[in-house]
């Protein structure tokens, strides 16, 4: 299997993801205005928390960047373990699109940061009530890239297939990142606990050498071999 060396440390990739993500959106994010706050409310909060806010930014990036990577590997492993069909491929593309979300979100924090720099409270006040109100965004793309990891897992089973229980774990972490009030459970701890389950999953599977199943070079020079020939004959 190709980067294998990767797959030794997708549970620590998963980690740092989280750790970022968590950073990101917790501490850095803080309590900003509500989202019936005036604008200059929200201009004064933001501009006397800059640095917060652009940390924030840095972080999350981070942590998107770190998802990239780890979608990346996923699809490589999916097709390893004996994914068929456009699962492992829909995964892949579930995650770009949940990281093109995030960058978009991005892009409006960075638009609302520099408006309440400006004065230009109209647009503080109407970018801050978009942002209070943008989890439809982040939860889709959860449960799109929850739903596709569950479904590569548990339609192309192979010997050397993922768990199922992890295949399960994916499906009720999309189904709970759909279900209104309830979503904020799969995004404050479903999606964190899968990124980092699912990495030291493979990276244990890595090490156990159980990742891929054997080539089929392999087992043709199994098969033609003196021991195996004579066992046929």
């Known amino acids: 299997m190709k980067d294998s060396g990767l797959n030794r440390w997708m549970g620590f990739l998963g980690?740092?993801?989280?750790?970022?993500?968590?950073?990101?959106?917790?501490?850095?994010?803080?309590?900003?205005?509500?989202?019936?706050?005036?604008?200059?409310?929200?201009?004064?909060?933001?501009?006397?928390?800059?640095?917060?806010?652009?940390?924030?930014?840095?972080?999350?990036?981070?942590?998107?960047?770190?998802?990239?990577?780890?979608?990346?590997?996923?699809?490589?492993?999916?097709?390893?373990?004996?994914?068929?069909?456009?699962?492992?491929?829909?995964?892949?593309?579930?995650?770009?699109?949940?990281?093109?979300?995030?960058?978009?979100?991005?892009?409006?924090?960075?638009?609302?940061?520099?408006?309440?720099h400006n004065r230009e409270y109209a647009i503080a006040k109407l970018v801050n009530f978009f942002s209070q109100n943008n989890e439809l965004v982040i939860m889709f793309g959860i449960c799109l890239l929850t739903l596709t990891t569950g479904l590569a897992i548990?339609?192309?089973?192979?010997?050397?297939?993922?768990?199922?229980t992890l295949g399960w774990y994916s499906i009720v972490v999309a189904v709970v990142s759909t279900l209104g009030p309830l979503a904020a459970f799969a995004f404050a701890f479903g999606f964190p606990i899968w990124l980092i389950a699912t990495g030291f999953v493979v990276a244990t599977k890595q090490r156990r050498g159980t990742l891929a199943p054997p080539s089929s070079d392999a087992a043709a020079a199994a098969s033609s071999s003196p021991a195996a020939q004579l066992v046929t004959t």
């Open 154 to 164: 548990l339609l192309g089973r192979s010997p050397a297939s993922l768990p199922k």
């Open 15 to 116: 980690l740092a993801t989280v750790v970022a993500l968590f950073l990101g959106f917790g501490p850095f994010g803080g309590d900003g205005p509500g989202e019936n706050a005036s604008g200059v409310s929200v201009a004064h909060w933001y501009n006397t928390h800059v640095a917060m806010s652009y940390a924030s930014i840095y972080c999350v990036g981070l942590g998107i960047a770190l998802l990239l990577i780890f979608a990346t590997q996923m699809r490589a492993v999916l097709r390893a373990t004996g994914s068929k069909g456009p699962w492992a491929n829909a995964s892949f593309g579930a995650g770009i699109i949940f990281i093109a979300g995030v960058v978009v979100l991005g892009t409006f924090q960075v638009t609302l940061i520099l408006a309440a």
